[in-house]
């Protein structure tokens, strides 16, 4: 997994989505020419909620395009999954998925450099998304979540660039093994103590951590899952 093509890399600005008519910046188009790349991530690329979505923990956001196979196995035809965008994903690759990834791994993207931050933590406007009231859910259960990227360096970047592995900085805590720990066996303490002391992770997950190490119980996801209250 040292280097990977680019299929597409995508940015959207702020609409009405679903049924609902929510602001989101969920849809994004392919871009065919180089953007710049901030700490808050592509030139032109906007959120709808900028409390949880977007800012310099969720700089770049990354979704494996093989697993649209899957979701076409899953779900049976649907009009997103017939090429890249469906999961609002700015970069979309073939050759990297959560069991290759790590916390704190390295990439040089055109002149910028970026470092793998967090897993997705999808909340209900994919259900709006796909017009599927438990699609948020799949995607958690399924771990097919995607993942994103903090900036360390700024720079341009362009549809014909690869990521290049730079840096592994904790290969051992792969996205895989971090969505194992918080949804498949959530009160796994010595998984929960090592999250939360994982230096390369986004505070708001080593946090999260450490509220289930305290507390002994596992959160609601009601709220996340459907959008309900």
């Known amino acids: 997994m040292t ?3 680019l299929l597409s890399l995508r940015i959207g600005g702020v609409a009405p989505l679903g049924a609902r008519g929510v602001p989101s910046g969920i849809v994004k188009a392919p871009v065919h020419h180089a953007l710049h790349l901030s700490e808050t991530g592509f030139a032109g690329d906007r959120q709808g909620d900028t409390v949880r979505h977007g800012g310099p923990e969720k700089a ?3 979704y494996p395009f093989e697993h649209y196979a899957d979701w076409a196995r899953d779900l049976g035809p649907h009009p997103l999954l017939a090429g890249p965008g469906a ?19 390295v990439f040089q993207l055109g002149t910028a450099v ?19 009231t438990e699609m ?18 700024p720079g341009t970047v362009s549809p ?12 051992e805590w792969t996205l895989a093994r971090i969505w194992r720990a918080f949804y498949i066996d959530p009160l796994n303490r010595a998984e929960l103590a090592g999250i939360a002391a994982l ?3 986004a505070d708001g997950w080593r946090a999260h951590a450490a509220r289930r190490l305290e507390s002994n119980r596992v959160e609601d996801w009601t709220k996340r899952l459907t959008g309900a209250g």
Not at 114 to 132: A, T
């Open 3 to 5: 280097e990977v093509a």
């Open 60 to 62: 770049v956001h990354h």
């Open 87 to 105: 999961f609002g994903e700015n970069l979309s690759t073939a050759g990297l998925t959560e069991r290759m990834v790590a916390i704190g791994d």
């Open 114 to 132: 970026i470092e793998v931050s967090q897993g997705r933590q999808p909340c209900w406007k994919l259900n709006e998304r796909f017009g599927r």
């Open 136 to 153: 948020a859910r799949l995607v958690q259960s399924s771990g097919r979540t995607g993942w994103y990227y903090r900036l360390l360096t």
């Open 160 to 171: 014909a660039d690869r990521l290049v592995l730079r840096e592994r900085r904790a290969p």
């Open 199 to 201: 230096e390369r992770l």
